[in-house]
């Protein structure tokens, strides 16, 4: 099968499983609403375009401690439910534009109670935006909440998730600086989650190695992982080309546990040198579940397409590589199974199908 042409990825359907609310803002919005509600941008940047550029550079630094730093002028102007329902209706907008079928959106509701706001009218005012971004578009998306690792309320957002599981809210999540807040900070969360019957993923194996990931599904019990990129660290591959999996590398790929991998951000954070150095090429090829994501389209000036084009330039991928990823991802949804299963047969198979016989 040929290479696909950009336009082809574009149009292709897409599920995305990692995506950060906070991380997704369209510049322009970011000014406006700055300019409501008087948050001092950097360096005075009244530009959009500007701005755009200062995230991706000032992302761009090869620490993930940095690289969070950004986020003080996302969250910052996130803080009134207007404002929430705005980012989170223009989110579904663009990854609709850009052929995502399902998503998975994230975001910490801690975060965002500065102005007032209850954790709950943070919930409701993103399903808001979800609920008007969605009308009208082929797109379904749910949210993840987010717990900051560094923080002590996962407790109380893990009984938000619960709370809020039939109304839009498809999983748990904790995400912040990873060295120095493992993840069996959170057990207690993890384990009511896991008495609900409840879903919850874990950023693990990205700023730090093969304990936190370890720890992640070992300890806690996650249904994925996100990013994981570190589990590279439990495999050799030979001189000769022999590849010999550790222990956790093989319960990981036995098991099938869903690795949320997101390229672009680890290159910004120093998790990878390079595209065409990720891991991902390696996991891919050894039939890891793998799946493609963009964790800040913002701070890494990128989108689905641009993430799966890149991964196509690197590693000559094809359309049935691409399909391959989506149908892994869908597979590995926080959505109850017949749905999964509709959108894999009436959405994706016919999609790509559609693009190939063109
Ligand atoms: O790649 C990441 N690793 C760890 N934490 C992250 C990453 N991207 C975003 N975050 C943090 C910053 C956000 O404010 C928070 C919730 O979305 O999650
Ligand atoms: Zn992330």
Redesign the pocket.
Known sequence: MTTPTRDQVRRAPKVLLHD????GLRPATVLELAGECGHALPDGITDAAELGRWFAAAADSGS?VR??ET?DH??GVMQTAAALTRVARECVEDLADDGVVYAEV???PE?HVEGGLSLDEVVAAVQTGFDEGSAGRRIVVRQLL?A??HQARSNEIAELAVAWRDRGVAGF?I????AGHPPTRHLDAFEYLQRENAHFTI?AG??FGLPSIWQAIQWCGADRL??GVRIVDDITVDEDGEVRLGRLAAYVRDTRIPLEM?PA??VQ?GAAASIAEHPIGLLTRLRFRVTVNT??RL?SQTSMTEEMWSLVEAFDYTLDDLRWFTINAMKSAFLPFDERLALIDEVIKPGYAALSSR
């Open positions: 950060h609310l906070d991380g993930l690289y969070l986020f996302t969250v994230r975001y910490a975060q987010t900051m690792r999540d995400a912040g600086a990873e950023h990205e700023a996100g990013h997101c951000s680890n954070t964790d800040n701070m």
